[in-house]
């Protein structure tokens, strides 16, 4: 699978020190100009569907499983992988200084019903929940707030933003407004 970037937080002085290993796939679902996202109201902003997947778990049957959880996917069909980004960042439990992430996204069709929808507990806490959105609307959402460098901003926003223009200019052929 392609690289898509690497992406090293400012907060990361070296990639030197104890590392927690984390792998995470994703879902790009589009339909026309739409895309189905999550949006998350404890860190406003717009990011892929998918998550964590399990260290010895296959990254496409935890990407189902993820799907399933929070669009109430009950079938996904992967069309292509997309690529991945490799992420350094720091983390904040003491035992680690850094968390090493590595994000992979793949196109997908799903069949999904919101009345499904089983968060975990911290998604239910931090507000998050699926929607259908213009994919301009998303980045422009997103580039706001990294602009403005909301308090409430997390560090992912940077990563599904980069995909997000990607998948823009490459999946539908538009490039984003700046």
Not at 21 to 30: D, L, P
Not at 32 to 42: A, D, P, S
Not at 143 to 166: D, H, Y
Request: proline residues 4%; hydrophobic residues 35%; glycine residues 6%.
């Amino acid at each position: 699978m392609r690289l898509i970037q690497q992406l090293i937080h400012q907060a990361v002085p070296d990639l030197n020190g104890r590392t927690f290993e984390r792998r995470s796939a994703r879902g790009i679902i589009v339909d026309g100009t739409k895309i189905l996202l999550i949006y998350t109201e404890r860190y406003n902003d717009y990011s892929f569907p998918g998550g964590g997947v399990a260290e010895n778990e296959d990254l496409i049957v935890g990407l189902h499983r993820e799907l399933a959880e929070e669009t109430g996917a009950s079938r996904t069909k992967v069309l292509q992988e997309f690529g991945y980004i490799d992420e350094y960042r720091p983390h904040h439990k003491p035992e680690y200084d850094l968390i090493h992430m590595e994000s992979y996204f793949y196109v997908c069709e799903v069949d999904c019903d919101f009345e499904n929808v089983q968060p975990e507990d911290y998604e239910i806490a931090n507000g998050s929940y699926p929607v259908w959105i213009d994919i301009a609307e998303a980045i422009q959402h997103n580039r706001k707030v990294m602009a403005n460098q909301e308090p409430s901003m997390g560090f992912s926003i940077a990563r599904e933003t980069i995909v997000l223009e990607l998948v823009e200019r490459e999946l539908l052929g538009k490039a984003s407004a700046v």
